[in-house]
């Protein structure tokens, strides 16, 4: 015997509060994802900008290449030889022994990219992205909200 305080149907009022509970959590993933996104291509930018208020050149040789980082090794005129921990900036392409010209902060030589390449790079892939994300959240948050049919009698 089942009591029906506790039947969670999809036409009871306890399944309709789960089903928007569900469309809400749906709705802050999709929410956060997209601030990551952002977050992701304001930092890249934020990043450029450094570079280029204090730009250094230098041509460098690319050290090693794996899926979370692209090292590589350059020299600056005052003859210190940097390799920046967390990488270049917008490896795309590259392989290990290339050399490569690359910008750098001179006042933070661990900040460096390949030169010519820009946050804008990273604008396709993360809108691409986030639509394919909201392509999928909200045909599914409209599913869950969705009030059923009241001549349809219940299960």
Do not use: C, H
Request: proline share 6%.
């Amino acid at each position: 015997m089942v009591d029906d305080a506790v039947q969670t149907s999809p036409r009871s009022p306890v399944g309709v509060r789960v089903r928007r509970g569900v469309a809400r959590s749906l709705l802050v993933v999709g929410a956060v994802v997209t601030l990551v996104g952002v977050l992701l291509l304001a930092a890249a930018w934020r990043d450029d900008r450094a570079i280029e208020s204090r730009l250094g050149n230098a041509t460098a040789e690319v050290v090693s290449v794996a899926f979370n980082r692209t090292v590589i090794r350059f020299g600056t005129p005052d003859g210190k030889v940097y390799s920046p921990s967390q990488g270049v900036l917008y490896p795309e392409g590259l392989e290990a022994g290339l050399l490569v010209r690359v910008e750098y902060d001179t006042a933070n030589p661990e900040l460096a990219r390949i030169a010519g390449r820009t946050a804008s790079l990273g604008f396709l892939p993360v809108s691409t992205f986030l639509v394919v994300v909201w392509a999928v959240l909200i045909p599914l948050i409209l599913f869950l909200r969705r009030r059923p049919r009241r001549d349809s009698k219940p299960l």
